[in-house]
């Protein structure tokens, strides 16, 4: 399995911006469908964002589209998020995923896509 870190969490304030990274390490990363979730205090772990091997298409919950954009260096083994205007509802905790041979939108919508997790990333949205 492929293995995922995050980095690049932390606080900001309403209306600012961060910017996740997931490297991957131990597998062609190109192989594997990538994506983000989130899991905020007391609720069920939710999908963010998606990606396809080649980085050619993309799926998102449709409540953030226009707000994030994800993105992926396959040279560098890294995919992104970057999150602007920032609300305090989306304080959680974002986690890294990846699906081997998975499209985007099976990363989104199919509950067995992901087969390797990281160990997620702190956000955090004061108002």
């Known amino acids: 399995q492929v293995q995922l870190v995050e980095s690049g969490g932390g606080s900001v304030q309403a209306g600012g911006s961060l910017r996740l990274s997931c490297a991957a390490s131990g597998r062609t990363f190109s192989n594997y469908g990538m994506g983000w979730f989130r899991q905020a205090p007391g609720k069920e772990r939710e999908f963010v964002a998606a990606i396809s091997g080649s980085g050619g298409s993309t799926y998102y919950q449709d409540s953030l589209k226009g707000r994030f954009t994800i993105s992926r260096d396959n040279a560098k083994n890294t995919m992104y998020l970057q999150m602007n205007s920032l609300k305090p509802e989306d304080t959680a905790v974002y986690y890294c995923?990846?699906?081997?041979?998975?499209?985007?939108?099976?990363?989104?919508?199919?509950?067995?896509?992901?087969?390797?997790w990281g160990r997620g990333t702190l956000v955090t949205v004061s108002s």
């Open positions: 995923a990846a699906g081997l041979l998975r499209s985007a939108q099976s990363m989104g919508t199919i509950k067995d896509a992901v087969n390797s």
